[in-house]
């Protein structure tokens, strides 16, 4: 039996991704809309332990939308891990009169809620918020499409000087564990060869790719290389195996790290945002708990918690080889 939910909590959770804030501005808006109060967490479930809690209305999310990075902050909890810190959580959580509790974040901050749900019978929804775009469940996540123009901007920077000096460029972009960032910015810039951790080619098959782009006539090339893949042991060793086997190369690395998480959300991540929070609170006050708001075929979906935890979100192959064949 579900209890009426008439104060929402709000936070994000883990890595941040350009979208959050439109998200909490969607959040508390349709809570305002609803005549119910919303509060905001600082710094994720860490904020709920050490009861830093903010109340949101209307105004207090006013020109949000644009802003990158979450001004609620966020962390990665490890006292939230321990049954203390959770129940420590729980007690703050009451005592400001909550009663249910929407997560921006990845797949580790949805099991975080899971938990608290499981142990306290908090209702609970998630918001996919990571620039990975690997939560299984939902085509795209609040910041990838953001993240994907950050990358294809640096890449075509990066471009314009390879071309000038005739060089071969490998350029990091993030994705510990997926290449959905890789792929698409790839081929989005128009990369010679992309590097995913899905797929192992071998490091061989990299060197004659590049042989054959050298006879082709090219003579600059840009080889884009997610943070996870496994063709090396990273892209500095990339380098030194194609500078040591192929000498007629100069080659320079270049690691875009975090300038990838940052920056203004694009137009299609802050749509996303709204239509994503609005659902998040509908879904509460209609009674449900316990399921992450996705968008597939241009329809708003949800789909239990832990199936989007347990399950993975699978790359689509076939973008390899329209990269392979667009790099002609
Ligand atoms: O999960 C998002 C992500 O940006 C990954 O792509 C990256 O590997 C990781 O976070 C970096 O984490 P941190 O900010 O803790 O260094």
Redesign the pocket.
């Known amino acids: 039996m579900s209890t009426k939910v008439t104060k929402i909590a709000v936070m994000t959770s883990g890595?941040d991704a350009p979208g959050m804030n439109a998200a909490v501005r969607a959040v508390v808006r349709a809570c305002v809309f609803n005549n119910i109060e919303c509060m905001g967490v600082l710094r994720g479930y860490q904020g709920l332990i050490d009861n830093e809690l903010i109340p949101l209305d209307s105004r207090s999310v006013r020109n949000t939308i644009s802003r990158g990075g979450t001004f609620l902050q966020t962390a990665r909890s490890a006292a939230f891990r321990t049954p203390e810190g959770r129940e420590q959580a729980y007690k703050n959580f009451k005592a400001n009169g909550l009663d249910a509790l929407i997560v921006i974040g990845?797949d580790g901050s949805f099991t975080g809620g899971m938990i608290f749900n499981k142990e306290f019978k908090v209702p609970v929804i998630g918001i996919p918020g990571?620039?990975?775009n690997d939560i299984y469940g939902t085509q795209f996540t609040l910041g990838y499409d953001t993240a994907l123009n950050t990358v294809v901007e640096a890449i075509d920077k990066i471009r314009d000087t390879a071309s000038s000096h005739n060089r071969l460029f490998f350029v990091e972009v993030?994705?510990?564990d997926a290449g959905f960032i890789a792929l698409n910015a790839g081929i989005g810039a128009g990369a010679e060869e992309i590097l995913i951790p899905e797929e192992n080619l071998g490091i061989e098959r990299l060197v004659e790719s590049l042989e054959n782009s050298k006879k082709s006539g090219k003579t600059s090339s840009i080889v884009v290389v997610a943070?996870g893949d496994k063709t090396g042991k990273g892209v500095f060793e990339l380098k030194d195996y194609v500078e040591k086997n192929m000498p007629e190369y100069d080659v320079r690395v270049s690691v875009l790290g975090?300038m990838q998480?940052g920056g203004s959300p694009s137009c299609f991540d802050r749509v996303l945002a709204g239509r994503l929070g609005v659902k998040a609170v509908d879904l509460l006050l209609g009674g449900q708990s316990n399921l992450m708001v996705g968008i597939n075929n241009n329809e708003i979906t949800a789909i239990n918690l832990e199936k989007a935890v347990k399950l993975h979100h699978d790359i689509n192959m076939d973008l390899l080889r329209v990269a392979d064949i667009l790099s002609i």
């Open positions: 890595g990845g990571t620039i990975d993030m994705g510990r943070e975090h998480r």
